[in-house]
Structures are given as C-alpha cells and as structure tokens.
C-alpha cells in the first residue's frame, strides 16, 4: 500500500542535541511538508518542498532544517536552537503545487518529540 | 490573509445524537474548503472537501455545505458513533497560497 511512513513514533532527547526525524513516501508526490502540532494550536507549517532540491520555510522555521535530495524523503533536523522542540511532528505529502482541487495532503502518523 | 476559525471543543456527545461543528473563514478569491479528522495517536487524514460554492462534500455519513454568502463551512454528521471520536480539523487553500487549518475540535461520543 502507499503512504507516508514516519519514524520513529516516539523519540527522547537531551536538550542541546540535534535530532533528525525520518519521513518517506512511496506515493510518488512531488510534494513534502513538515507539520508542529501543539496542543490547542492546531497545525502549523515548518517548512515545505514543491519539488527534488528544492524547499521553502514555513511560518515557524526558526531552529529546524530540512534537505530533499531524493523524491521519496524529506527529513527534518530540530536544532539546539529550537526553543521549545517538545511536541508532535507531522509529515504530509502532495501530488503537486496546486493540492486545492485534486490533490489532498497524505499525513503520515506522525513522531512524538520530547527534549528533557 | 486566509484564515479559519472553527468551534472550541471539547465536543461530547451521546451515542446517536446530531453533531455540528462550525467552522467560518476569511479569503479573498475562492478558496477551496476541507474537513480533516485525526484519530488518536494518528495522522490526519481528508474527510471531505468542497472546491465551489454550494457544493456539498459527503464521506462516512458527515456533510459540509460551502456557503459563501456565509462564509461557513459546517461539519455536520445526523447520528455519530463511539468511533467518530477524534479531532476534526476545517481547513482552506485559496489559489497559490499554503492550506491554512484551524485549531481543531476534540470529539468525544460516548456509549
């Protein structure tokens, strides 16, 4: 079946480290974004990549970074810069740039973060 | 900008009962309209969607109606499930720009 795979589910660590979460989709989506979900927030947008080689920031950048050197991935590193990184990170996936009309987001599961 | 505003939860309901949960929103244009439900410890995922005023988008029993004279996008279901909990997010694109979601509403549907 095809679809977004997220791992791992649950992820600890100390805070000053860098962490990298792992996205992949197998739906042959030009499209990849990275999602932070905070209690009573909603969804906010981290960052985004219409296509291979290509990604643009979100509305809360700060303190992650992103790469897509393949079609199938789009990892996400949350920095020691990233102030409060506690939360549950989303990966989704589109057909294309214009995900309006025919094209919905896939979600994976999702990877619970926690820094102590 | 585009924005959405949907219901504060929590939401709980009995078993059978009628479920509306309001969602309203501000864009320029016509945007595209979407409903998306997250089960517990999972994902989210496209319940339905509208692209057109007037247009009603239907999937498992649930009904929106894109109404843009009021600008509303209310999910309806006539008669939930225990397994109808989860959260339920109103969302909107409008042309080039990035989906926008609202907070989301929490459902609780009790036996």
């Known amino acids: 079946d095809g679809g977004i795979t997220q791992s791992p589910k649950y992820l600890f660590r100390k805070e000053g480290q860098n962490v990298t979460l792992s996205c992949e989709q197998n739906l042959n989506h030009d499209a990849m974004y990275w999602y932070r979900q905070d209690p009573g927030q909603g969804l906010r947008l981290i960052y985004y990549?219409?296509?291979?080689?290509?990604?643009q920031k979100g509305d809360i950048a700060e303190g992650y970074s992103v790469s897509r050197e393949k079609k199938e991935s789009f990892p996400l590193t949350v920095t020691s810069a990233q102030k409060n990184p506690t939360a549950f990170y989303l990966c989704?996936?589109?057909?294309?740039?214009?995900?309006?009309?025919?094209?919905?987001?896939?979600f994976g599961n999702g990877t619970r973060l926690t820094v102590t | 900008g585009n924005s959405v505003t949907q219901m504060e939860g929590p939401v709980t309901l009995s078993e059978e009962a009628f479920l509306t949960i309001n969602c309203t929103y501000t864009?320029?244009?016509?945007?595209?309209l979407f409903w998306y439900v997250q089960y517990p410890g999972e994902g989210l995922q496209l319940l339905l969607k509208a692209t057109k005023a007037d247009d009603k988008g239907s999937n498992k029993g649930f009904e929106a109606t894109y109404r843009k004279e009021t600008t509303s996008f209310h999910l309806e279901k006539g008669s939930v499930q225990v397994s109808d909990s989860a959260v339920y997010f109103c969302a909107l694109q409008g042309g080039s720009e990035k989906l926008v979601f609202g907070k989301g509403t929490k459902l609780t549907v009790n036996p």
């Open positions: 864009a320029t244009g016509y945007p595209s």
């Open positions: 990549s219409q296509i291979v080689n290509d990604f």
């Open positions: 989704a996936s589109s057909i294309g740039q214009d995900s309006s009309y025919n094209s919905p987001l896939h």
